[in-house]
């Protein structure tokens, strides 16, 4: 039996391993730099007396030279912009309604000049807020979202109980009657649901039922399955989403599926047991770190259209990743988990040449574990720039990176 199916069926010696690497790592990591850059890097700092962060890599937190922020405050965040040039914040409103791994889904409307989503918790229900910062006007949608489109005309939501009692690090800390957050009326399996923003209604889109009857998921039901990680295609025509159900034991299982919104079928992108991270490589590929048809982990691209597989071998051994895109779709931005000294490590991957550049290391304190950790969780803003969540300076800060100097 392999070491990872060894700690697959034994959780308790997993937990222990990991709690002695942590600390072992967090005294290597007191005598090492706290970050280190390669030559010609910058960085810039945006930070307050509280912890900041902005959440999860698959939205970008920049627009009009303004950067989103999620700041703490005890059990709920003020969500704030800072101007790129000059540090300064303003504050745009507070929730309940966020974890540290994607916050409350706030973003930019991209298609408007200054207008903010974000989700907010009140009666009983996650919303939808819509904040014009021109004129402060708000708009309230009755539906938590996951991700809408770029007209922001459509809203993907998916079903918020189920992620609370499977996966509360993806969950709300809020008390909520599961009747609200199933959202669907009438349906208790709904998967995934979309919202008309033109008409109010919202309707189940894919059902758990849909989802169990497509490929292989022995041990699935409606009830031990969450859905998570949402998103569009670069050109709207498919959503990609993540698929997990947990059975007897703690065991996970997890696989990518891919809903055509216009023959509305789904595809297996993965699903040999493990998938973790992905993201659009463009409107037919998707890049992703899984478990591949040997039994190893690693990255890939599936390619729809084929329905074909490429592993990336110039990545073999670097371990799991948040993967984001370039705008010229040539390299992707990548992290990892801390190492043995407590350093999470930033990376490029040219998609065409198969070179891999390190941008730099960061020292993530061993206070920043478990639940609490702080990925780096790199997001593309422009052609040369990476945003970044860190806490090399011992608390939640977000860092610009220019990375102009090593494309």
């Not at 809020?174 to 349906?187: F, H, L, M």
């Not at 350093?343 to 040449?353: E, K």
């Not at 090399?392 to 220019?402: A, N, Q, S, V, Y």
């Amino acid at each position: 039996m392999s070491i990872k199916k060894l700690l697959q069926k034994n959780p308790t010696i997993k937990k222990g391993i990991k709690w002695f690497y942590i600390k072992l790592g967090s005294i290597l990591g007191y005598f090492s730099a706290k970050v280190n850059l390669s030559p010609g890097v910058s960085l810039s700092r945006y930070f307050t007396e509280n912890d900041l962060f902005y959440g999860y890599y698959d939205l970008n937190p920049v627009h009009n030279n303004r950067l989103l922020a999620h700041e703490m405050k005890d059990d709920s965040v003020q969500l704030l912009t800072f101007d790129l040039e000059t540090g300064e914040f303003e504050e745009i409103a507070k929730t309940t309604a966020w974890n540290f791994q994607q916050g409350a889904r706030l973003g930019w409307r991209e298609n408007a000049r200054n207008q903010v989503y974000f989700n907010t918790f009140s009666s009983n229900s996650i919303q939808t807020n819509l904040v014009d910062l021109d004129n402060n006007q708000r708009q309230i949608f009755d539906v938590p979202l996951q991700v809408a489109n770029k007209s922001f005309d459509t809203i993907i939501s998916v079903n918020i109980a189920q992620i609370n009692k499977y996966n509360p690090e993806y969950g709300y800390k809020i008390v909520t009657q599961e009747k609200d957050q199933v959202i669907t009326p009438g349906s208790q399996d709904c998967g995934i649901i979309i919202y008309d923003m033109h008409t109010s209604r919202k309707q189940c889109l894919i059902s758990f039922e849909m989802i169990l009857s497509h490929g292989s998921c022995e041990g699935a039901t409606p009830s031990n399955s969450e859905i998570n990680h949402v998103t569009y295609s670069p050109d709207e025509m498919r959503l990609a989403f993540i698929h997990r159900w947990y059975l007897k034991g703690g065991k996970r299982v997890s696989r990518l599926l891919i809903y055509d919104i216009k023959t509305q079928l789904i595809t297996t992108a993965l699903a040999n047991g493990m998938v973790s991270h992905y993201c659009w490589q463009d409107e037919i590929s998707i890049f992703m770190y899984g478990c591949d048809q040997n039994g190893q982990d690693c990255f890939m691209t599936y390619h729809i259209l084929k329905q074909s597989m490429t592993t990336h071998k110039a990545l073999s051994g670097r371990g799991d990743g948040h993967p984001s895109i370039s705008p010229d779709r040539e390299w992707i931005v990548l992290d990892s988990y801390p190492g043995i000294s407590r350093h999470q490590d930033l990376y490029l991957y040219n998609i065409v040449t198969n070179d891999v550049k390190v941008i730099g290391s960061f020292h993530s304190p061993a206070k920043y574990s478990n639940s609490q950790r702080c990925d780096l969780h790199p997001r593309w803003i422009a052609e040369d720039q990476i945003v970044i969540d860190t806490t090399h300076t011992g608390k939640r800060e977000i860092c610009l990176i220019d990375v102009s100097s090593v494309l």
